[in-house]
């Protein structure tokens, strides 16, 4: 069965805080090269606010979704939420959102965790979900205020936002989905332990057999599937772990840099891990016009990613203008300093 | 635990989405929600939820000797705001806003925030505070 063509996006959106941290602030602190935002080809970060967290920035996210998807929030039948970054470890941020927009208490709901594609995958079962008539329509969030141990270099682009999805019926759909396909397999690329603050990296595993082995391999096996060749795509958005990553993947897979750029988020606002392809796929939707297709590829550690084919239809300008937009998120931006940072990520520690 | 979890509870929706009580006889928003109409006495009133109400700043106060629990939020900013549609008056925290930069008559929008937890292990306190309408407030370089 393949249950995609009858699936489609019904309502998007994302969220971006307010604040933003200057990679060349790191740099100061911690005494990296002068040159290393340059070399990440990144120049800013999001920090989530003191009163901020994956729940709050995904509860933003799903009500500008369900803005531009104008359907009532009790016909909404699963709430899946993507996150490494959940506020509770035991017990569901889906909830919460799913009872602050009105969606309870007739609804599925749980928590997601694979690295940075938790929310693609939850992509991917609502898909089978709709279009097996389990769900009319599926909320898909992809939301987290990446941690990183202060000093390290994952530090440079851990930063916080969120992206939501509704997925359902084809025909009400801004833009529909043509196929998808996964690749997964065991790799210690990237991983954080339990009651660890922090994730650890294997060096020299981050890019070549985890980013690129599994991003490559799942474009290549949905064009397999598919038929459809790079040429048939107008626009390419990558998972983006810094600036660079998706520009060398699309290279390679034969992807022209001007088909990348207009969904290549992480050089404004960091790398938003569950959010992190998807916000670039937001960005996307946000000026896409009918008949357009594009391509989707998230990445998460551990590792696997994700290939789908997306077909925007005539639906879509009607949904753009009806919630703010990534850009408009993007604009709104206050630099702050390490201290602020360090004190709204709760890096300070204080007896509470 | 410092905080009532049953309190939390049953106040979920007033902190997630104003809830709040529309009278049938003269259409006045009760708020907080009474099942009596404040305006007019009349018992028939019907839910209603004050969540994508934006709101106009009336007046507002800057608190810096933050009581426990809100230290990290200092100074504390709450403002006395008026929805557009029904004009219903609520005080609520504004937050994403400098104190410099609040200005009355301004039009702010509900937004679901960490208001306070219970120390490092208790429960988290989600509700809706107010800030700037996306756009009203750009970029550092203005």
Known sequence: ?352 | MRFSIPRYWRERHSHYRLYAKKCLKCGRINYPPSNICRYCGSNELEDYYLENEKAKVISWTIIYPAPEGFEEQRPRIIAMLETLETKTHIIAPLTDILPEEIKEGMIVEPVLRRIKEDREAGLIHYAIAYRPVIGSIGTKEQ
């Open chain 1, 1 to 352: 069965m393949r249950p995609e063509p009858s699936v489609g996006i019904i309502g998007w959106g994302s969220y971006i805080p307010r604040w933003r941290l200057s990679l060349s602030e790191i740099a100061r602190l911690w005494g990296f090269a002068p040159e290393t935002p340059r070399g990440l080809n990144v120049v800013e970060k999001a920090v989530a606010g003191r009163d901020e967290d994956a729940v709050t920035m995904g509860w933003e996210a799903a009500r500008n979704a369900l803005l531009r998807a104008g359907i009532d929030p009790k016909e909404i039948g699963a709430v899946w939420f993507g996150t490494e970054s959940k506020p509770y470890a035991v017990k569901p941020s889906a909830t919460i959102i799913a009872e602050a927009l009105g969606i309870t208490p007739d609804t599925m709901a749980t928590d997601l965790e694979f690295a940075c594609r938790a929310g693609s995958e939850a992509l991917r079962i609502s898909i089978g979900a709709v279009a097996s008539g389990l769900v009319k329509y599926a909320l898909v969030i992809g939301s987290d205020t990446a941690q990183a141990n202060p000093g390290d270099v994952l530090e440079f682009t851990a930063s916080s936002a969120a992206t939501a999805l509704i997925t359902g019926p084809a025909r009400e759909a801004a833009a529909v989905f043509e196929a998808s396909y996964t690749y997964v397999t065991d790799t210690p690329d990237f991983w954080r332990r339990a009651h660890q603050p922090y994730p650890l990296h294997g060096e020299g595993f981050t890019g070549e057999p985890a980013y690129f082995h599994h991003i490559i391999n799942a474009v290549k096996g949905l064009l397999e599937q598919t038929g459809l060749r790079v040429s048939d795509f107008d626009y390419a958005v990558f998972h983006q772990p810094n600036g660079k990553f998706p520009l060398a993947v699309a290279k390679r897979l034969g992807f022209p840099k001007e088909k990348v750029l207009p969904g290549l988020v992480t050089p404004y606002i960091g790398n938003s891990y569950n959010s992190s392809a998807l916000i670039g796929l937001s960005r996307v939707l946000d000026i896409a016009k009918p008949g357009q297709r594009i391509l989707l590829a998230p990445f998460g550690s551990g590792a696997g990613s994700d290939a789908y084919s997306i077909v925007v239809t005539d639906k879509i300008i009607e949904k753009q203008d009806k919630a703010p937009k990534v850009d408009d998120y993007i604009n709104r931006k206050y630099m702050i300093d390490y201290a602020t940072y360090a004190k709204f990520r709760g890096i300070i520690t204080r007896i509470r």
